[in-house]
Nanobody, 118 residues
């Protein structure tokens, strides 16, 4: 099993920046792609970005100009740098990891709240 723990959320003013971290533990060798999703209040959970174990990145088209995903495989940690934050970025941000086998996972963290004030 894999456990994911997000950190770095909080309250920030519009235009500010936050860096989220997602630390994986447990059977981390099973992890391939890691990603970030977000769920605004009363809305569905949507993909923000994901990154392969080799570093290939995919972004939501509406966010790629302001958000950057990265990972440190040695630390089993993924990051999401968010710049130019807007009130509409307010959401719970979830970390996600895929299992190499496809028979297990995907794994999810508990989420971290990001609130952007206007």
């Amino acid at each position: 099993q894999v456990q994911l723990v997000e950190s770095g959320g909080g309250l920030v003013q519009a235009g500010g920046s936050l860096r989220l971290s997602c630390a994986a533990s447990g059977s981390t060798l099973r992890i391939t792609t890691m990603g970030w999703y977000r769920q605004p209040p009363g809305k569905q959970r949507d993909m923000v970005a994901y990154i392969s174990i080799g570093g290939s990145r995919t972004y939501s088209d509406s966010l790629k100009a302001r958000f950057t995903i990265s990972r440190d495989n040695a630390k089993n940690t993924a990051y999401l740098q968010m710049n130019g934050l807007k009130p509409e970025d307010t959401a719970v941000y979830y970390c996600n990891a895929e299992d190499w086998s496809g028979a297990c996972g995907p794994y999810w963290g508990q989420g971290t709240q990001v609130t952007v004030s206007s």
